[in-house]
């Protein structure tokens, strides 16, 4: 990129960075819709712009200069990024994705350029069996304490033995209601469904995933969230094709219809839930009680990473209690790590989108991997989506 | 000697691709997704597990491309006869300037405005309550006009703009009135535009899968959202890779139909689709 060039932009990248963030704050869902549309490469872009600047004196010569990280949108204190540049002068580039069968998708592709990325609890299998994983290296990681993370999130990171992936936060699927619009109050999928098709017709919208739309038709019924079972993904077929007229989108990008009041109600991701409810009060978050998604989010690094070291030096920079807690406060999900736990702010861990009672998250099933790669489950997808 | 870079420039991008694109297509998929290599027609005979979405696409396109044409043929045919000499130059430029945007941009610009905070919050204003535009058939076609509008506009233009204006004065002077002027003199001299214009919309239209996606809240399923689940979502590569051959077969049919009828009704004169 040429001088000239630069000179000419109207904006710094700096300052497009931070524009950029604040409308993605808020304003658009976790997963599905940056990584669809290629905004994420808009902001990997910008990030590799950033990276061009000159770096610190002082920039630690076997890292390197920059590293690329793949996660979702909404998902780190831009600020961590910049700190740790400051300590480092490795400058992160940011890739912003869409779900997770895409980073499998990208990965599987090879040549990716990621030095770290965040998977979620049922693909870490997958990556290991097709050996596109490192097994982490611990001793480069003295920041993870393993003793004090909860057991029930990060078993998934560890295959034989063999440490491939570390947690970041975990959380639920559940759903927003606007209280404003639908005032009975909701505690089931039963009642998602039902109020669809009832006084939420028109105004309802569902992920854009097949693990969870489908997975919370099953609970409709009281079937498990990973079922593969013939004849119970059959009665969740006709339930998903009873609603599809009433609904008013399939989308996971929620948050500007459920802001814009387009949307009484959607399924949800916790921390989506936490963000709409920050900002527009009568937005509930609940979760079925028949069940329903469980999901740890981890930290990884893949095999063909060209900056492994910056990627240990970023991963064991996260590790870090101190900048941890930042992450946390920022993109809303709850943490897995005690040290954390006892950092954040009593409102936080009062807030029970976050931290549900314990009878809320009995139920809850982690999604599994063959849920995921399911061949059936797509086809039932694609016949909700086309009817 | 010329044509060398251009055959390199197609094989590269053009003939590898497809090549490439043929050859998943009889493949498997694999167990965790992606190819594995096979030969097998199975990917074929499961075409019609999309047939609702080809069949969506099949009547989105020629509707859009439709709707497309009429707003964009009044505009064109003011722009090429009707617009002062000095201000046609400018008037052009603002039909293009907006291309210069991407098309994801635009049409997310759309969404805010044809959401609840944006013209449903006038029309509240002013006493309709709740009144939901946004995730409608209406928003779709709004954003395929919007969106394709200037692909429509310049051919037409370009064919009125040549169209000899002795011809309208001759019409006139034997006595033909305006209208009749306009459907056997212009309309039909300004065809191969037309067509151009309208096989273009279309054949984008046959691979539309944004616009759908983001006004019409992915509750319509195209063609082109088929291939990005199959891709990105299930990883179906192999079956994926056969709807896109199917697609380009599709394509090719239109324009070479496009092709012929456009001949047949301008009186025999070649039009040039690309």
Known sequence: ?387 | MLLGPATAWLVVFLVLPFIAIAVFSVGERAPEGGYQAAFTFAQYANLPARATAFWNTMVLAPIGALACLLVAYPVAYYLALRAPQRWRLILLALVVIPFWTSLLMRTYAWMYVLGGRGIPALLAYIGFEDVRLINTPGAVLLGIVYGYLPLMILPIYVSLERLDRRLLEASADLGATPLSTFLSVTLKLSLPGVMTGFSLVMILLLGEYLIPTLLGGGKVFFIGNALVDLFLQSRNWPFGSAIAITLVLVSVVVLIAANRISTRVSGARRVDLI
């Open chain 1, 1 to 387: 990129m040429s001088k000239s060039y630069r000179d000419g932009l109207p904006i710094s990248p700096e300052n497009f960075v931070d524009q950029l963030m604040r409308l993605k704050r808020g304003s658009i869902g976790r997963r599905d819709f940056l990584g669809l549309t290629g905004l994420g490469i808009a902001t990997a872009v910008m990030a590799r712009e950033i990276g061009i600047m000159p770096t610190p004196a002082f920039a630690a010569e076997s890292l390197g200069d920059r590293m690329s990280i793949a996660t979702w949108p909404n998902y780190h204190d831009p600020a961590t990024f910049e700190n740790f540049k400051k300590d480092t002068g490795v400058a992160v580039e940011v890739n912003v994705f869409g779900s997770n069968e895409e980073m499998l998708a990208k990965l599987q592709a090879g040549a990716s350029g990621w030095s770290l990325f965040v998977p979620t609890n049922y693909t870490i299998s997958t990556y290991k069996k097709l050996g596109i994983i490192e097994p982490l290296e611990m001793a480069k990681l003295p920041n993870f304490d393993g003793s004090q993370e909860d057991p029930r999130f990060t078993g998934e990171g560890t295959i034989e033995g063999v440490t491939y992936a570390v947690p970041k936060n975990w959380g639920t699927t559940g759903f927003a209601v606007n209280t404003k619009k639908l005032t009975k109050p909701m505690t089931s999928w039963k009642e998602f469904w039902d109020t669809a098709m009832a006084e939420g017709d028109s105004r309802t919208m569902v992920h854009d995933y097949q693990l969870t739309t489908i997975g919370n038709a099953l609970k409709y019924y009281g079937y498990s969230f990973n079922s593969l079972k013939q004849d119970e993904l059959a009665k969740a077929e006709e339930l998903l094709l009873k609603v599809k007229p009433h609904l008013f989108a399939v989308s996971s990008d929620y948050q500007p219809g459920m802001r814009a009041g387009d949307a009484w109600m959607t399924m949800c991701w916790t921390n989506d839930g936490a963000q709409l409810h920050r900002d527009i009060p009568e937005i509930a978050y609940v979760l079925g009680k028949e069940g329903g998604e469980i999901w740890t989010d981890f930290y990884a690094i893949p095999k063909d990473a060209p900056n492994k070291p910056a990627g240990y030096a970023l991963l064991n920079y996260l590790m870090n209690p101190q900048v941890a807690v930042k992450e946390h406060l920022a993109n809303g999900a709850p943490s897995t790590d005690a040290r954390v736990n006892k950092l954040l702010p009593k409102e936080v861990l009062d807030n029970p989108i976050l931290y549900p009672a314990a009878d809320l998250l009995t139920p809850l099933e982690f999604g599994a991997a063959a849920t995921l790669t399911d061949p059936g489950r797509a086809e039932l997808m694609a016949r909700f989506k086309s009817a």
